[in-house]
Nanobody, 120 residues
Framework: QVQVVESGGGLVQPGGSLRLSCAAS????????MGWYRQAPGKQRELVAM???????NYADSVKGRFTISRDNARNTVYLQMNGLKPEDTAVYYC??????????????WGQGALVTVSS
């Protein structure tokens, strides 16, 4: 089994910053990708940012230049540094990871979600 635990959500004023963290644990042989999705009320879940095992990153156009994704391979952890936050960034942010398990299965695992609220 593989689990992910998120932390770092909260309330922040427009223009402020937050950092989300997501740590994966369990029967992991290799983490292929780690990333963040978000879902605002009444909207579909959307990709925010993704990073591969080699460090290649992909961002939604709406967050380019404001958000930075990074990973610590030794700790199986991914971070999302969010700067210049806007009210439209308000959403539940979900960690997502694709891992190769020790039983040589590819698994997709989702976190429980972290609420980010941007409001004055």
């Amino acid at each position: 089994q593989v689990q992910v635990v998120e932390s770092g959500g909260g309330l922040v004023q427009p223009g402020g910053s937050l950092r989300l963290s997501c740590a994966a644990s369990g029967s992991i042989a290799s983490i292929l990708t780690m990333g963040w999705y978000r879902q605002a009320p009444g909207k579909q879940r959307e990709l925010v940012a993704m990073i591969t095992i080699s460090g290649t990153t992909n961002y939604a156009d709406s967050v380019k230049g404001r958000f930075t994704i990074s990973r610590d391979n030794a700790r199986n952890t991914v971070y999302l540094q969010m700067n210049g936050l806007k009210p439209e960034d308000t959403a539940v942010y979900y960690c997502n990871t694709h891992v190769l398990s020790t039983t040589i299965r590819t698994l997709e695992v989702w976190g429980q979600g972290a609420l980010v609220t941007v409001s004055s």
